[in-house]
């Protein structure tokens, strides 16, 4: 069965940076489609970022030029780095596949002084 493990949240202070890693096993990884979404406490699901299998890549507007998604196929995984943190940044970020069929468990990212 598919399966995404996140892993790299933490706490960082404001302005900081972090990557956050996303491991796939059970699919073909480099024929599909690859996100990030974030939930923070009380509001909705957002899309942070995406990338296709062609690396095309595409970032809400609230984290333009200030994270980065790529993918290394030949380890099954995906990464976000993510620079210049603000506090309203904290979030859960999950790891999906870009049709949104399977996601991971998630990965608490706080960004506090």
């Known amino acids: 069965q598919v399966q995404l493990v996140e892993s790299g949240g933490g706490l960082v202070q404001p302005g900081g940076s972090l990557r956050l890693s996303c491991a796939a096993s059970?699919?073909?990884?480099?024929?599909?489609?690859m996100g990030w979404s974030r939930q923070a406490q009380g509001k909705q699901r957002e899309l942070v970022a995406g990338?296709?299998?062609?690396?095309?890549?595409n970032y809400a507007d609230s984290v333009k030029g200030r994270f980065t998604i790529s993918r290394d196929n030949a380890k099954n995984t995906v990464y976000l780095l993510m620079n210049s943190l603000k506090p309203e940044d904290t979030a859960v970020y999950y790891c999906?596949?870009?049709?949104?069929?399977?996601w991971g468990q998630g990965t608490q990212v706080t960004v506090s002084s």
């Open positions: 999906h596949t870009g049709a949104m069929d399977y």
């Open positions: 059970g699919m073909i990884f480099s024929i599909n489609a």
């Open positions: 990338i296709t299998s062609g690396r095309r890549t």
